[in-house]
């Protein structure tokens, strides 16, 4: 039964160790939320270590280096573990064997997509989806969220090629409200008969590498926190995890002057598997 709490000092005692998911939780995009560096250091001055989990199609080193940049001092996270880390070193090479190595990769920016063809090897860059053997899809560029279903989305049905998404969130929190991610774009190309790999939240390959960190840490009972109910609860639930979910990310606009408790089972759960806690804020 989900209980709700006033935060996670609440429940800090039972666990042995925390998992952060990134947008949502610890920032919106642009700033950290105003409680988190205090929340953190509180961790740390019990012993007790955090890790960051995220969807996120950039490496662990970008995505430290971006929190740090929020204001987020690196000796507070121990170890970050990203989605798009898991796609290059893991499931990046076996596609190359399998299907080919042309790449057609939709990337945030040029940066990203130059560092993912120097880290993987034997990747080659293909111009367009017509000229690849799979599609490569690890975050929005600019002006993509606007454009992809009328350009994007019939080219990838057109060349009718495999899909690997790196980043399987529906909506990110952004500065205007919520925005498209990947993930809704992977969903469309599955939906019109595109084949779709996933990786990251809540699929099983990213929790086996965070398990592997807990465990050289000696975390034997982890707390899983995520503004997402589909990838960070139900990831965390599946996975054999306790997990907490945070309404200050995508979920907020469902809960303001609403029962917590009801709005969850209404507009979330729907009878899926429960958040073992529920906290407005971190």
């Not at 925390?18 to 939780?25: A, E, I, P, S």
């Not at 952004?174 to 019109?192: E, F």
Request: negative net charge.
């Amino acid at each position: 039964m989900t209980e709700v709490v006033q935060g996670l000092d609440a429940i800090a005692d039972r666990y042995d160790g925390f998992v952060f998911d990134q947008y949502g939780v610890l920032h919106d995009g642009n700033h950290l939320y105003p409680n988190v560096v205090a929340v953190l250091r509180g961790l740390r001055e019990r012993g007790k270590p955090a890790l960051v989990l995220t969807n996120s199609g950039r490496g662990a080193g970008y995505n430290l280096r971006r929190l740090s940049g929020l204001g987020l001092h690196e000796n507070l996270i121990d170890h970050v573990v990203t989605s798009g880390d898991v796609a290059k070193y893991h499931l990046l090479p076996r596609t190359i064997q399998d299907v080919g190595p042309n790449c057609y990769c939709i990337a945030s920016d040029d940066s990203e997509r130059r560092d993912l063809f120097l880290s993987v090897d034997g990747l080659i860059e293909a111009d367009s989806p017509d000229q690849c053997d799979f599609v490569y899809l690890s975050g929005m560029a600019a002006g993509l969220a606007e454009t992809w279903q009328s350009d994007l989305l019939p080219a990838l049905l057109a060349a009718n090629v495999p899909l690997l998404c790196s980043n399987p969130d529906y909506v990110a929190p952004g500065k205007a409200g919520l925005t498209t991610s990947p993930g809704t774009i992977a969903k469309a190309y599955r939906d019109g008969g595109g084949t779709v790999e996933l990786v990251g939240k809540p699929y099983p390959l990213i929790y086996d590498l965070v398990r592997t960190r807990l465990d050289g840490m000696k975390c034997r009972n982890p707390l899983f926190i995520g503004d997402s109910y589909d990838h960070d609860i139900v990831g965390a639930h599946n996975a054999g995890f306790d997990a907490l979910l945070v309404l200050s990310g995508i979920h907020r606009e469902f809960f303001e002057d609403h029962d917590i408790k009801q709005t969850a089972v209404d507009e979330l759960i729907k009878g899926g598997p429960p958040p073992t806690w529920i906290s407005r804020t971190l």
